[in-house]
Nanobody, 113 residues
Framework: QVQLVESGGGLVQPGGSLRPSCAAS???????TGWYRQAPGKQRELVAKITSGGTIIYSDSVKGRFTISRDSSKNTVSLQMNSLKPEDTAVYYCNAEKIFTWWGQGTQVTVSS
């Protein structure tokens, strides 16, 4: 079992940056890891993902603005978010999957002036 704890969300103005991070309770080596988000009234959607083989996938809505990274030695996954827009407002969830899927509790990101 893997426990995931997100941190680093918050309130930021449009055009600003945030860097939420996810800490895993154990090794994430061999896991697919990623970030998802869920806005009010909408389904949870993929934001960015790093596969166990190192392939990186971004949703079209964040390409060129967000960068996902993973440090397997520290068991952390981070999401650098730049040029934030109001439509990026959502609860952001960390995810890890290898046979089973684990989720963090989420961190709120609000983009507003």
């Amino acid at each position: 079992q893997v426990q995931l704890v997100e941190s680093g969300g918050g309130l930021v103005q449009p055009g600003g940056s945030l860097r939420p991070s996810c800490a895993a309770s154990g090794s994430i080596f061999g896991y697919n890891t990623g970030w998802y988000r869920q806005a009010p009234g909408k389904q949870r959607e993929l934001v960015a993902k790093i596969t166990s083989g190192g392939t990186i996938i971004y949703s079209d809505s964040v390409k060129g603005r967000f960068t996902i990274s993973r440090d397997s030695s520290k068991n952390t996954v981070s999401l650098q978010m730049n040029s934030l827009k109001p439509e990026d407002t959502a609860v952001y969830y960390c995810n890890a999957e290898k046979i089973f899927t684990w989720w963090g509790q989420g961190t709120q990101v609000t983009v507003s002036s």
